[in-house]
């Protein structure tokens, strides 16, 4: 399984790079640069968030949780100000969610907020499951992706924390299993052969480009929980809310 697990991990880097390339080569990358190692932010990014309220999931969302990466920064501006609940990662989960409730921060400082270093300042952390649970149920996610297809596999860039969030907040019991995910892309970043996927890589049900919304055909099923034994023993080490789950899950059995 380690040999799969590391050929499925080069095959996806050799992806990756062939977009961020891609990207920076057309000039359809923008900073932060150069794109390689990043969520690539892209040109028209900022268009895409338009195209979220042609959902009728989003329209109806009232907690949503979205990446904290650059090309997104105007997604979760969007959520704001339609008066949606957002719920943030931390770098790396290592100080757990940050939520942000739009009737709590000034009108001229949404920009600000949305933002990392803004999202600190203007959010709330929630470090443990007790405090993730009792914002009660999250509707709608938006990721960052590198590269995508049109069955809504998924390319991160590479450090697995996207798939790690899913995980936990399915195993608090705040997402369902089937909750809409979207992500917003460059075309570019759309490729036509299948993504080589691991156990734990969660499917996405929308790309949206910058010209309007592709909804994703035969999305692939999505893991059901922690895949505890694809853990990598740094991210358990560093990540409080992650060993408390294990720990709560080991008591129950």
Known sequence: MKKDYRRIGDEKELIRKRIWDKMA?????????????????????????????????????????????SPQRGVRLRALKEGKTLLMPTPGIREGFLILNPE???????????????????GKKLKTADEISGIGRVDFIVEGSVAVNRHGQRLGKGEGYGDLEFGILL?????????????????VQIVNENL?????????????IPKGVLKAENRARRPEGLLVEFLERKKVEEISILREIIIESSKEK
């Not at 359809?28 to 895409?48: S, T, V, W």
């Not at 709590?104 to 203007?122: D, M, N, Q, Y």
């Not at 608090?172 to 992500?183: K, N, Q």
């Open 104 to 122: 709590s921060i000034p009108g001229s400082k949404l920009w600000e907020s949305v933002t990392i270093k803004g999202a600190f300042r203007f």
């Open 196 to 208: 080589p996927q691991n156990m734990y890589d969660v499917s996405l049900d929308y790309i949206i």
């Open 171 to 187: 195993e608090i019991g705040v997402i369902d299993i089937d909750i809409p995910i979207a992500t917003t892309v460059h075309p």
């Open 25 to 69: 080569e057309k000039g359809i990358a923008r900073f932060p640069l150069p794109p390689h190692g990043r969520i690539p932010n892209f040109r028209g990014a900022e268009r895409c968030a338009e195209y979220l309220k042609s959902l009728k999931e989003w329209k109806e969302a009232e907690i949503v949780k979205i990446n904290p990466d």
